[in-house]
């Protein structure tokens, strides 16, 4: 346990709430955990270790975007309490420079078991995965950028990353680094295949949620053949919006002006039938003033396809709460950034 600070004058701090961090870190042995299982080639980078990773730790949770601003940690007399050595930007950026591609890896197991720690501990029988990508604007040339969709600073140079969440614990799982012209969907699969065999057992039941972006055929398949649940929103082709039109199609009236309908169909692509949760809300009175021949244009619509059984209506209502997800990504951005400064 940290011994009592004397908060005179001199030991006044700003970061008060690391102390907390560190002492979760602690509780949730995951500090033992990367000492162990993050083994570098050379013994001298294996001593300095967990000085750099706490200094980094330190750093995000005050919300640094530059290692230069590690110096803001520098004196401060509870990151000293803590026995951590604060060093210059650029011996912190040589520490850096030693992760290859073996050790990031032993670095995302340690996620995992930490992740797996928390699941054990909340005793949760099912949890929702969110999965969204994220744009991460660089200046200069850093190694792995391009030039790609960046609503920040069109035509720079960045990175797109793909990450995933647990909504229930609000509890990042995975993520990784892609190109800036990275295709939203591209390796969501492969990350979807990696998150079942790490934490998937016969009491956990996982349900992913994902929007538009992630509407593919190839990613439902993979969770279905996992026995898993899905819930991706849908775009609106031509194959299902020709459908909402239909005299058949009956829609039930709920909550906030919503109305919600379903439908088993499947795009021309596709090889078999999904059900498909359809929702539709009234557009706004200017936008209904306009004269309009076809029937139902006074509707917005919205597509989701899911295999889970959920009514319609709390379909569209959990989607909903991928809202909370885009905010999360945002504070996460924090940590990605550091990597376009190593």
């Known amino acids: 346990m940290i011994n009592k600070i004397d908060f005179s004058a001199k030991n006044l701090t700003s970061n008060a709430g690391l102390f907390l961090l560190f002492e979760s870190a602690k509780a949730n042995g995951i500090f033992e955990l990367i000492d162990n299982d993050l083994v570098f080639d050379h ?6 270790k967990m000085n750099h990773i706490k200094t980094m730790l330190c750093g995000h949770f005050i919300g640094i975007d530059k290692l230069e601003r590690l110096k803001l940690l520098q004196g401060d007399p509870l990151i000293t309490e ?37 699941l054990f501990k909340n005793k949760l029988t099912s949890i929702t995965v969110d999965i969204d990508s994220s744009v991460i604007n660089v200046e200069g040339h850093q190694e792995g950028t ?6 920040k ?36 699969a492969e990350m979807i295949k990696e998150i079942i065999a790490h934490i998937k057992t ?4 996982i349900m992913f949620r994902m929007d538009s972006g992630y509407f593919d055929e190839n990613i439902i398949e993979t969770i ?22 239909d005299p058949s199609i009956l829609f039930i009236k709920g909550k906030e002006g919503r109305e919600t ?34 029937e139902g244009d006074e509707y917005e619509y919205f597509f989701f396809v899911t295999n889970t059984e959920l ?28 990597a376009t400064f190593c």
């Open 43 to 48: 013994e001298s980078t294996n001593k300095i």
């Open 82 to 118: 803590f026995d951590i050595s604060v060093k210059e930007p650029e011996t912190v950026s040589r520490f850096l420079s030693n992760f290859s591609y073996k050790t990031t890896h032993m670095f995302r197991d340690i996620n995992f078991k930490v992740f797996k720690k928390l």
């Open 146 to 151: 391009t030039k790609g969709y960046n609503p």
């Open 153 to 188: 600073k069109l035509g720079n140079f960045c990175y797109n990353i793909q990450f995933a969440f647990c909504d229930e614990l609000k509890a990042y799982i995975t993520g990784f680094v892609r190109s800036g012209n990275t295709y939203t969907a591209n390796g969501a």
């Open 202 to 205: 016969d009491d956990l039941e």
């Open 224 to 245: 279905e053949s996992a026995g898993c649940k899905y819930l991706i929103k849908g775009k609106e082709y031509p194959t299902l919006a020709s459908h909402v039109t």
């Open 261 to 294: 309908a379903e439908l088993f169909t499947k795009l021309n692509t596709w090889d078999k039938d999904r059900r498909f949760v359809v929702s539709r809300v009234l557009k706004p009175e200017k936008d209904r003033a306009q004269l309009s021949l076809l």
């Open 311 to 338: 009514p319609s209506e709390k379909v569209v209502i959990s989607y909903e709460n991928v809202a909370t997800l885009k905010i999360t990504s945002r504070k996460l951005n924090t940590i990605w950034r550091l």
